[in-house]
């Protein structure tokens, strides 16, 4: 059992699955820190000093009544909190993922176009008599010895 895990976790496609699955959180983090640190400060500045990541609704008040400037101060509170600055944030977030997934493979779709080669020349073609299959420059068929004309049928 120990031997059938071992090939099945060396094949290809886990190993494959596992490095995207590595980069794929490395590169969330980078997406966040974009979202967070670089993209929602100008959008709240444009919405009157508005910071998405400390929207909320408290639902149910803590140990101490608010009101309370910031998530973690509701949280330390003890208070219950709807927290919808936060999932605009990962909405954007995921649009952002989302949107430079589509770039990559838009890419890698480009590039697999341009690799495919032309179609071949044809180097047959078929006796208009016999329709047997012949050269493309014989002048005869050399199954009906019929006369061909000059161009390919």
Excluded: W
Excluded at 23 to 31: D, E, H, K, N, P
Excluded at 63 to 70: I, L, N, Q, S
Aim: glycine share 8%.
């Amino acid at each position: 059992m120990l031997k059938e895990f071992k090939e099945f976790a060396m094949r290809g496609n886990v190993v494959d699955m596992a490095v995207g699955i590595i980069i794929g959180a490395a590169f969330g983090t980078i997406v966040k820190s974009l979202v967070a640190d670089i993209i929602m400060p100008p959008i709240g500045l444009l919405l009157g000093n508005v910071d998405f990541s400390n929207l909320f609704i408290v639902l149910k008040q803590g140990a101490t009544a608010g009101p309370f400037a910031t998530i973690a101060e509701a949280q330390k509170a003890g208070a219950v909190t709807i927290n919808y600055g936060m999932f605009a944030n990962t909405v954007i977030s995921f649009l952002i993922v989302a949107f430079a997934v589509f770039l990559l493979i838009r890419a890698l779709n480009k590039l697999q176009r341009e690799e495919e080669a032309p179609p071949e020349e044809p180097t047959t073609k078929d006796c208009p008599h016999c329709l047997s299959t012949i050269p493309i420059q014989a002048t005869r068929c050399g199954h009906c010895t019929s006369e061909l004309s000059a161009e390919p049928a």
